[in-house]
T-cell receptor, first 116, second 106 residues
Framework: DAGVIQSPRHEVTEMGQEVTLRCKPI?????LFWYRQTMMRGLELLIY????????DSGMPEDRFSAKMPNASFSTLKIQPSEPRDSAVYFC??????????????FGSGTQLSVL | GIQVEQSPPDLILQEGANSTLRCNFS?????LQWFHQNPWGQLINLFY???GTKQNGRLSATTVATERYSLLYISSSQTTDSGVYFC????????FGTGTRLQVFP
């Protein structure tokens, strides 16, 4: 398997523009996670899905952020409108069924977002 | 929520040295994982270790769940070990510590 695939790798945009980040989890994994990494706050969980259903979105910073998982092989994280303080690396991760006893989290390469 | 503290925050080693990284957590957890983030930003899962001891080559990890800590041992360090090591624990969701930044010099 190619692992968790994220796109784009880098995104530079202007304040106020809409940003869409994409993620393809590992095939067969039932859980998908969106994390944000900044120097100040480290790695923060934004939202996670289990079997395509959002389970916990308490980490989503504000209404400008939204995430969807229309099917088991694709998820998006959207920021509208974007602001400079949204600049960060956004990671997507997936894991097998939580009922499995050896649950591991696998990360994508991340999207480096810069909002000017 | 659960607090996850890692120590030391920074570590500088010469190639060949051994090191121990520590992760303390404030409450009972279902899951504990160690990750390495390389200088290019890639996060790699090292161990899934809610309890006990595991070894993988020069790396090993021990979690003592009853005392709420985990240790990551790196033996005979190499320059490729450089990066940030994160501990992550889960009760209802996975929470990351602030990491230990390791620099290994030749």
């Amino acid at each position: 398997d190619a692992g968790v695939i994220q796109s784009p790798r880098h995104e530079v945009t202007e304040m106020g523009q809409e940003v869409t980040l994409r993620c393809k989890p590992i095939s067969g994994h039932n859980s998908l996670f969106w994390y944000r990494q900044t120097m100040m706050r480290g790695l923060e969980l934004l939202i996670y899905f289990n079997n395509n259903v959002p389970i916990d979105d308490s980490g989503m910073p504000e209404d400008r952020f939204s995430a969807k998982m229309p099917n088991a092989s694709f998820s998006t994280l959207k920021i509208q409108p974007s602001e400079p303080r949204d600049s960060a690396v956004y990671f997507c991760a997936s894991s097998p069924d939580p009922a499995e006893t050896n649950e591991k989290l696998f990360f994508g390469s991340g999207t480096q977002l810069s909002v000017l | 929520g659960i607090q996850v503290e890692q120590s030391p925050p920074d570590l500088i080693l010469q190639e060949g040295a051994n090191s121990t990284l520590r992760c303390n957590f404030s409450d009972s957890v279902n899951n504990l994982q160690w990750f390495h983030q390389n200088p290019w930003g890639q996060l790699i899962n090292l161990f899934y270790i809610p309890s006990g001891t595991k070894q993988n080559g020069r790396l090993s990890a021990t979690t003592v769940a009853t005392e709420r800590y985990s240790l990551l041992y790196i033996s005979s360090s190499q320059t490729t070990d450089s990066g940030v090591y994160f501990c992550a624990v889960e009760s209802d969701k996975l929470i990351f510590g602030t990491g230990t930044r390791l620099q290994v010099f030749p």
